[in-house]
């Protein structure tokens, strides 16, 4: 298995963007997750094999996760950012497209300001 590694995150405030980064994206199925403290991990965006996506209905509109094939990035841009969008991003991948999420990233952390 290849450590993921996130990067891009940062403070910002309330509308602001950022744009996450994750490599290598060598795998067919990856997605973003996000986490705070003492609350459980929230699936936010997914990617698959066909280039199909699906997103948390909490962000859905505002972010938009992509893979760059040639570089094996995997972003998440981040759009219209809110305060209860502050949390851990993490991206993580699911082998073979099957069963859960099993290679993980450290985490970046975003934080959003009113």
């Known amino acids: 298995q290849v450590q993921l590694v996130e990067s891009g995150g940062g403070s910002v405030q309330t509308g602001g963007s950022l744009r996450l980064s994750c490599a290598p994206s060598?795998?067919?199925?990856m997605g973003w997750f996000r986490q705070n403290p003492g609350k459980e991990r929230e699936g936010v965006a997914f990617?698959?094999?066909?280039?199909?996506?699906q997103y948390a209905a909490s962000v859905k509109g505002r972010f938009t996760i992509s893979k760059d094939n040639a570089k094996n990035i995997l972003y998440l841009q981040m759009n219209s950012l809110q305060p209860e969008d502050t949390a851990m991003y993490y991206c993580?991948?699911?082998?073979?497209?099957?069963?859960?999420?099993?290679?993980w990233g450290q985490g970046t952390q975003v934080t959003v300001s009113s």
């Open positions: 060598i795998y067919s199925c």
């Open positions: 990617i698959v094999q066909n280039g199909s996506t």
């Open positions: 993580a991948a699911q082998l073979f497209c099957r069963g859960a999420y099993g290679i």
